[in-house]
């Protein structure tokens, strides 16, 4: 249990040391997780259920020769790739600006180790320690949270892509 606090009180204490900053990364950083955790319980647990629909009605379909049935089935695999790729651009959004709040992070730093150059010289290096550290915190933050939504949202993609030829290849079958 100590190792739990000990634990919380420097996450709070290195959630102090960024400032604003870092607890905006941290806000758009939950965000971004909360979309990629819902792509993927849609892509695990909705999606299948909706290729079983989507493969039933092309099966009762008494006609699946004519242009017109081949539009239907088009407009089937158009729907799933656009239910599948829901969110994809907010989460991409969301990781190219996790990056951008780091830098702005880092700005903060420095303007705050500038000011305590201006005001103290360079004598005063625990004011400049802080503002280094806020630089450095703030950057390893965005730039940590953006590399695992990459990861993670390149993921996505090739699911997304896999699984909508898959439907195409299982229309074509029936």
Not at 40 to 46: A, C, L, S
Not at 133 to 139: G, M
Request: proline share 2%; hydrophobic share 45%.
């Amino acid at each position: 249990m100590d190792i739990l606090n000990s634990n919380l009180f420097e996450i709070g204490l290195l959630m102090e040391q960024g400032g604003i900053v870092l607890w905006s990364i941290l806000l758009v950083s939950v965000v971004m997780w909360v979309l990629i955790i819902e792509r993927y319980y849609f892509v695990y647990f909705v999606y299948p259920k909706q290729v079983e629909y989507y493969i039933d009605a092309w099966q009762h379909r008494s006609d699946r020769r004519s242009w017109c049935s081949q539009q239907i089935r088009s407009g089937m695999i158009a729907h799933s790739r656009y239910e599948l790729q829901r969110h994809i651009v907010p989460i991409k959004t969301l990781t190219g600006v996790l990056p951008m709040l780091g830098l702005l992070g880092t700005v903060y730093g420095m303007i705050q180790t500038f000011d305590v150059m201006t005001v103290f010289g360079t004598g005063n290096t625990r004011g400049m320690a802080s503002g280094i550290s806020i630089a450095l915190i703030t950057t390893m933050g965005g730039l940590m949270t953006a590399l695992s939504g990459m990861y993670f949202i390149t993921q996505l993609q090739q699911q997304v892509s896999r699984r909508v030829d898959n439907l195409a290849a299982a229309l074509r079958r029936y």
